[in-house]
């Protein structure tokens, strides 16, 4: 279910005034959802002209090293399985690397399709898969995008110090 904003909230991520909007309303171009109390909601992604048929999920999974090719291969087996049991369509973009680099070719894949109204979903085994810091950033463009963010906990064998050598 995409974010649903404000009359208010909705005209200045449009640029335009609530007059507008109202107006769009009565021609049929932009009909917003109403609360109980008939205020006006609109959804995000069809604010940003998202199109829901070429939106999909996209499961994203990283490793530091060649050395845990096992956890990667993990990894991907978990995703596939979680978004094939929620009837999911989905595409796995995997990395090689460490989780403080941020120019990982899969990662700018990712971002370029979040920013681009591509992704529905995004779904990771654990929250650090993504980035080991910063992934607040990419979670608040999902945020932003009407993208929702899904993460599997899994039990990990190694602990976060152990993950954060291995990264460094």
């Known amino acids: 279910m995409s974010k649903l904003l404000s009359i208010s909230e909705a005209a200045k991520l449009k640029g335009v005034s609530t007059s507008t909007l109202r107006r769009w309303e009565a021609e049929g171009k932009l009909i917003p959802q109403r609360t109980a109390n008939g205020h006006r909601r609109y959804e995000l992604s069809e604010l940003l002209g998202i199109k829901k048929e070429l939106s999909y999920t996209i499961g994203y999974a990283r490793t530091s090293s060649h050395d845990q090719k096992k956890d990667l291969e993990r990894q991907i087996e978990v995703l596939e399985l979680f978004c094939a049991q929620q009837g999911w369509q989905y595409e796995i973009i995997k990395d090689l690397g460490s989780g403080i680099n941020y120019n990982k070719r899969g990662l700018q894949k990712l971002i370029r399709l979040i920013v681009d109204n591509k992704v529905e979903r995004l779904v990771l085994t654990q929250k650090d898969r993504l980035l080991r810091f ?35």
Do not use: K, P
């Not at 999902?142 to 993950?163: A, K, Q």
């Open 134 to 168: 910063g992934g607040e950033l990419i979670f608040s463009l999902c945020e932003h995008f009407g993208t929702e963010v899904v993460i599997i906990n899994r039990t990990e064998d190694s602990s976060y110090e152990e993950d954060l050598a291995q990264d460094v």
